[in-house]
C-alpha cells in the first residue's frame, strides 16, 4: 500500500486545531469554513481511501455542534462513526488525518483511548442514544447541571431495536439529553421499513412549535386559570398532535421534537442548537441532510460512494486494480451468486439480510428473486428470529449477517434457533480479521462463541469451491443449524463455478502427508499453509496438512490419525485461540489421553487495531511466514536435540 498523502487545508480551517479554536470564528464565516471542511475531507479521501458520504452529509451539523457546545466538556456522542471525520478533524487531529485507517494511524471511527473529545467508541449501529442516557443520568446523579448532552443517530441506525429501548428509557426518566437525529434516508443501502416511511412523511413543523411555546407559556400566566387551561390546551394538543403532529411518535416516547430543519443550514443549526442549550429534559431534533452532500457524484450514487476506495476527485473515476490477468472473486459475490443457483433448485430457500445486501451480496437475490429475499433493516435480532420463523414453516433461511454484527444476535441464536434445532443456515461474512475498519468489526469471535451451541454446525471453507460445497450441504443434507465462516476479500480460485457436492458434516481432509509435523487449519488460512508449506519443501523440510472444515463436529476419525503420525502439531485460525478451533482440537487431544505438542497460531487475546488484513496477519502470528517460522522452530529443536 502506498504511503499517505498529507492535504494542506485552506485559511479557516487551517485556524482551527480545536473547538476552542472553531469558537473565535465569527458566525458568519461558518459557512465558507464548513465549505473548507468539506473540500479537505474530499481531497484526502479520494487519494487515502476511506469512508466518504456519510462525513460530507454531516459537515454543517458537525461545525455546528462543536461551536455551540463546549466539547468536549459537554459529552458529544456519535452512533457507528462513518459519519466522524469531520469530528477527528476538528477535534486536534487534523495533521495526522492523512493516516486515517491506515496501521498505527487514526482510527476510521471514534475510539475513546484515541481522544477525549471521542467520548464513546462506536462501530457497530444504533448505540448513541443509549449511552447518551447513561451519560445523562450520570451526569444528574454527580451535580454537573450545566454539562450537555448530545447524541447523533442516523435514520438508517434508528431502526436498530436498541435505539428504541434507548429513547424509551430515556423519555421515561425525562433525561436531560438533545437527540440528533441525522436523517438522509440511507445507511449504507436506502433503508427499509415503516419507520423509514414515517420520517419521509413528515413535514415542515416550525410554526407550530413556536405556537406551541407561544400558548403554553401564555396560560401558564393567567393565575387564576393556568392550570385548568393548560390542562385543557394538552388535550386539544393531543387530539391535534393524533392527527398532525409530525414527530408524534417521539412526543409519545416523552421527547419535546423539533424539526425537520435543514441538516446544511450552518447559520439556523447554530442558532436552533443555541435555544436548545436552555430548554432541560428529553428533545429530538430532525435534521434533514443529504448523504454526500457537497459532491455530486455521492449525492446521487450514496450506496457506491459509501466507502469507494480512491478515486479522482475531478472526474469522479473511481480507481480499479489493473490487471490483464483474471482474478478471484470476493467470498460475498461467491455467495451471492451461489445461493441463487441453490434457489433455482430449491424453491424452500429463502435469503435474509440486516442492512447489508450490497457488503454481502444478497442485492443479486433481491434484485433476482425479490419475494425470497429481505433486508430487514439494521436489525440483527429480528433478521435471526424472522429466519427462524420461515424456519418453523418448512422453509430454508439464510441468514446472512457479518460476524462481528452476529454478536449482537447470540441470544436469538440460541433461544429461537439451536434450542429448537431449526434448520437456518448462517452466512458469516467477514469472518476474521477484517483490516482497516479495526477493533470494532474483526470477526475474531464466531467461531469460540458458535461451537459451544449445542445442535450448531461450525464450518470454514478453504475457497471459493468449498464455500460453495458448504452452502449446497447446509441447504440440502442438513435440518439443524448450520454456520458457514468467510473472510472479507478474494478467494484463491479464477475457475470458481464448479459443480456444487455434497462435503459430508464433520468431514476434513488430508491435502498433504507430511512427517513430524501436521498443520491444521479451519478455512482461508489454509492458503497461508500451502505457500508455507511450498517453502518449506524448497528447504527438505515436510509438513503434513489437513484442512478440517468443520470446527464442530470435528473429524474424530482423521484427528486420531493425525495424533497417531505425528508428534507436533500447529493450529491455524484466522479467529481467537481463546476458546476457538486450536482450543478444540487441544480439548481432543485431552479427552483422548494424547501426549503430543500443539502450537496454536491465530488472534491473540486482546482486541486487534486497524491496518490491511496482510499487516495484522503478520502482527498477530498466522501468516504465511508465521507458519515457516513456527514449523522451523520445531525442525530445529529436533536437529540439535
Not at 77 to 91: E, F, M, P, R, S
Not at 122 to 140: D, E, L, R
Not at 389 to 399: D, I, K
Not at 578 to 590: D, P, R
Amino acid at each position: 500500500m502506498p504511503d499517505p498523502i498529507k492535504i494542506q487545508p485552506k485559511e479557516l480551517l487551517a485556524q482551527v486545531v480545536t473547538p476552542e479554536d472553531l469558537r473565535k470564528l465569527k458566525p458568519e464565516q461558518l459557512y465558507d469554513f464548513s465549505q473548507e471542511l468539506r473540500d479537505f475531507i474530499i481531497s484526502t479521501v479520494s487519494v487515502n481511501g476511506g469512508h466518504f458520504g456519510a462525513s460530507l452529509g454531516v459537515v454543517e451539523l458537525t461545525t455546528a455542534i462543536h461551536y455551540v457546545y463546549n466539547t468536549p466538556y459537554d459529552q458529544l456522542i456519535w452512533d457507528v462513526g462513518h459519519q466522524a471525520y469531520g469530528h477527528k478533524i476538528i477535534t486536534g487531529r487534523r495533521e495526522d488525518f492523512h493516516t486515517n485507517r491506515r496501521y498505527n494511524g487514526v482510527s476510521g471511527f471514534p475510539k475513546r483511548s484515541e481522544s477525549e473529545y471521542d467520548t464513546f467508541g462506536v462501530g457497530h449501529s444504533s448505540t448513541s442514544i443509549s449511552a447518551g442516557v447513561g451519560m445523562a443520568i450520570a451526569k444528574a446523579y454527580k451535580g454537573e447541571d450545566d454539562r450537555k448532552i448530545i447524541s447523533v443517530i442516523g435514520d438508517g441506525a434508528l431502526t436498530g431495536g436498541i435505539a428504541f429501548e434507548g429513547l424509551n428509557h430515556g423519555g421515561w426518566e425525562d433525561t436531560d439529553i438533545l437527540v440528533i437525529l441525522n436523517d438522509n434516508n440511507m445507511s449504507i443501502d436506502p433503508n427499509v421499513g415503516a419507520l423509514k416511511e414515517y420520517l419521509t412523511d413528515i413535514t415542515t413543523s416550525n410554526t407550530y412549535n413556536k405556537l406551541r411555546d407561544e400558548v403554553w407559556n401564555l396560560l401558564g400566566k393567567i393565575d387564576k386559570v393556568g392550570d385548568k387551561a393548560r390542562a385543557a390546551a394538552a388535550k386539544i394538543e393531543q387530539a391535534v398532535m393524533a392527527a398532525n403532529r409530525p414527530g408524534m411518535l417521539f412526543e409519545a416516547l416523552g421527547y419535546r421534537y423539533f424539526g425537520p430543519i435543514d441538516g446544511h443550514d450552518v447559520n439556523h443549526l447554530v442558532r436552533i442548537l443555541d435555544d436548545l442549550k436552555k430548554i432541560p429534559g428529553p428533545k429530538l431534533l430532525h435534521c434533514v441532510t443529504v448523504k454526500g452532500k457537497g459532491y455530486e457524484l455521492a449525492e446521487k450514487d450514496q450506496t457506491k460512494w459509501h466507502a469507494p476506495g480512491t478515486f479522482d476527485k475531478i472526474t469522479g473515476e473511481i480507481h480499479k486494480p489493473t490487471s490483464h490477468t483474471p482474478s478471484p472473486p470476493k467470498y460475498q459475490d461467491v455467495f451471492g451468486r451461489s445461493i441463487i443457483e441453490l434457489a433455482k433448485e430449491n424453491e424452500k430457500i429463502m435469503g435474509v439480510t440486516p442492512a447489508m445486501p450490497s457488503g454481502c451480496s444478497m442485492k443479486y437475490m433481491l434484485a433476482e428473486m425479490p419475494e425470497r429475499a429481505f433486508d430487514v433493516g439494521i436489525a440483527e435480532q429480528h433478521a435471526v428470529t424472522f429466519s427462524a420463523g420461515l424456519a418453523t414453516q418448512g422453509l430454508v433461511p439464510f441468514c446472512n449477517i457479518y460476524s462481528s454484527f452476529m454478536q449482537r444476535a447470540y441470544d436469538q441464536v440460541i433461544h429461537d434457533v439451536a434450542i429448537q434445532n431449526l434448520h437456518v443456515v448462517f452466512c458469516l461474512d467477514r469472518g476474521g480479521l477484517v483490516g482497516a475498519d479495526g477493533s470494532t468489526h474483526h470477526g475474531a469471535y464466531d467461531m469460540a462463541f458458535f461451537r459451544c451451541i449445542p445442535n450448531m454446525v461450525v464450518s470454514a471453507p478453504m475457497n471459493e469451491q468449498e464455500l460453495r460445497n458448504l452452502m449446497h450441504t447446509a441447504a440440502n443434507e442438513h435440518k439443524g443449524p448450520f454456520s458457514i465462516r468467510y473472510p472479507r476479500g478474494k478467494g484463491v480460485m479464477v475457475d470458481w463455478q464448479t459443480p456444487f457436492e455434497v462435503i459430508p458434516v464433520g468431514k476434513g481432509r488430508e491435502l498433504v502427508a507430511g512427517e513430524e509435523v501436521a498443520i491444521l487449519t479451519i478455512g482461508h488460512p489454509g492458503n497461508f499453509a500451502t505457500e508455507a508449506i511450498q517453502e518449506l519443501n524448497a528447504e527438505g523440510i515436510h509438513p503434513g496438512h489437513y484442512d478440517m472444515r468443520f470446527v464442530k463436529p470435528l473429524d474424530e476419525e482423521l484427528l486420531h490419525e493425525v495424533f497417531s503420525k505425528y508428534d507436533k502439531v500447529i493450529t491455524v485460525e484466522d479467529g481467537c485461540i481463546m476458546g476457538g478451533f486450536g482450543s478444540a482440537i487441544v480439548e481432543f487431544m485431552a479427552d483422548h489421553g494424547y501426549a503430543t505438542k500443539v502450537k496454536r497460531l491465530g488472534v491473540p487475546d486482546r482486541f486487534v487495531d486497524h491496518g490491511t488484513q496482510g499487516e495484522l496477519w503478520a502482527e498477530c502470528g498466522y501468516d504465511k511466514q508465521a507458519i515457516v517460522e513456527a514449523v522451523k522452530d520445531w525442525v530445529t529443536v529436533r536437529d540439535f536435540a
